[in-house]
C-alpha cells in the first residue's frame, strides 16, 4: 500500500482549531468548577463537634479501647471514671472528663 504525502503528514505539527480549544477549554472549566464544588463540599459537611461529649482512646486487651459519651451517658462515664479496672482506660477518661469540664468521680 502506498501512502502519499505521509512523510508531510508526519513532519507537520498538528493544528489546533477552534473547536479543539474550545473543547478543551470547556474540560478544564468543568474540572475547575468540579474541584471547587468538591472544596466547599468537605469545608462544610460534618457535624459540628459537640462540647457536652467526652472520647478515650487507651490501650486494651485486643488492641485499642474507644469510650464515647455525649450529654447524661457523658455525666455518667465520668462519674464512674474512678472506678474503672484498667489504670490506662481510666486515666484517659479523666483527662477527656477534664476537657469537657465535667466532674470527675
Same mark, same amino acid.
Given at each position: 500500500m502506498i501512502m502519499e *504525502?505521509? /512523510?508531510?503528514?508526519?513532519s507537520t505539527p498538528l493544528h489546533w482549531g477552534r473547536r479543539e480549544k474550545a473543547a478543551v477549554a470547556s474540560?478544564?472549566?468543568?474540572?475547575l468548577a468540579a474541584l471547587i464544588a468538591l472544596g *466547599?463540599? /468537605?469545608?462544610?459537611?460534618?457535624?459540628?463537634?459537640r462540647k457536652d461529649?467526652?472520647?478515650a482512646l487507651a490501650p486494651s486487651t485486643l488492641g485499642g479501647v474507644r469510650i464515647h459519651g455525649c450529654g447524661g451517658h457523658a455525666q455518667q462515664l465520668c462519674s464512674t471514671a474512678l472506678q474503672q479496672t484498667d489504670r490506662r482506660i481510666g486515666d484517659a477518661l479523666i483527662e477527656s472528663c477534664r476537657r469537657a469540664g465535667f466532674a470527675v468521680g
Open positions: *504525502a505521509q /512523510a508531510k503528514r508526519l474540560l478544564l472549566a468543568v474540572l *466547599a463540599y /468537605a469545608l462544610t459537611s460534618g457535624s459540628p463537634g461529649c467526652v472520647e
